[in-house]
T-cell receptor, first 116, second 115 residues
Framework: GDSVTQMEGPVTLSEEAFLTINCTYTATGYPSLFWYVQYPGEGLQLLLKATKADDKGSNKGFEATYRKETTSFHLEKGSVQVSDSAVYFCALSPNAGGTSYGKLTFGQGTILTVHP | NAGVTQTPKFRILKIGQSMTLQCTQDMNHNYMYWYRQDPGMGLKLIYYSVGAGITDKGEVPNGYNVSRSTTEDFPLRLELAAPSQTSVYFC??????????????FGPGTRLTVL
């Protein structure tokens, strides 16, 4: 079945450092890929998404590129802020036409803490 | 526009008790979902619904039941609570399933402890 694997956390960085959170997936066909963020005490919010190979999703300074050849969707940010401290989830949705479209498969989440 | 709301925020149950977690969305979304989030784990799908009157099992449905009598509401019922159901429960909704890139909007969660 479909699966998503994220790098082990937690990740601790100083403000303005470069961030990479690795995400790889296993799925048939061409799934859509997502990054969700969960701030303390809140539900998940969509951060960015990509729907086909070589697409780049971006939002709030975060970027991730859909790499079909390496089945990866790594999250990057050039300069993190204290306000970026949160849990980050990589997720996939199967391609349309299947019976399970719309259902997300999540990675285990990566806790990011940014210190001033 | 409140989005997705969930009640209660916190609950402690004794083994064998039952309860209903409430979820309401005001975005007129057809699709609704229930997930559970265990510590250090990603979210796992319990049940989902593609519209009023239509529900289906997700990855971990055992011990839970759902109903969808209206577009807005999607309650999750726990019968005979067990310690293994201690978790944080999230409800989510999306506009439509066939448009596979549709964003899922999440509620703030219900933290349930079964003792």
């Amino acid at each position: 079945g479909d699966s998503v694997t994220q790098m082990e956390g937690p990740v601790t960085l100083s403000e303005e450092a470069f961030l990479t959170i690795n995400c790889t997936y296993t799925a048939t066909g061409y799934p859509s890929l997502f990054w969700y963020v969960q701030y303390p005490g809140e539900g998940l919010q969509l951060l960015l998404k990509a729907t086909k190979a070589d697409d780049k999703g971006s939002n709030k300074g975060f970027e991730a590129t859909y790499r079909k050849e390496t089945t990866s969707f790594h999250l990057e940010k050039g300069s993190v802020q204290v306000s970026d401290s949160a849990v980050y989830f990589c997720a996939l949705s199967p391609n349309a036409g299947g019976t399970s479209y719309g259902k997300l498969t999540f990675g285990q989440g990566t806790i990011l803490t940014v210190h001033p | 526009n409140a989005g997705v709301t969930q009640t209660p925020k916190f609950r402690i149950l004794k083994i064998g008790q039952s309860m209903t977690l409430q979820c309401t969305q005001d975005m007129n979304h057809n699709y609704m979902y229930w997930y559970r989030q265990d510590p250090g784990m990603g979210l796992k799908l319990i049940y989902y619904s593609v519209g009023a009157g239509i529900t289906d099992k997700g990855e971990v449905p055992n011990g839970y039941n759902v109903s969808r009598s209206t577009t807005e509401d999607f309650p999750l019922r726990l019968e005979l609570a067990a310690p293994s159901q201690t978790s944080v429960y999230f409800c989510a909704s999306s506009r439509t399933g066939p448009a596979r890139t549709d964003t899922q909007y999440f509620g703030p969660g219900t933290r349930l402890t079964v003792l």
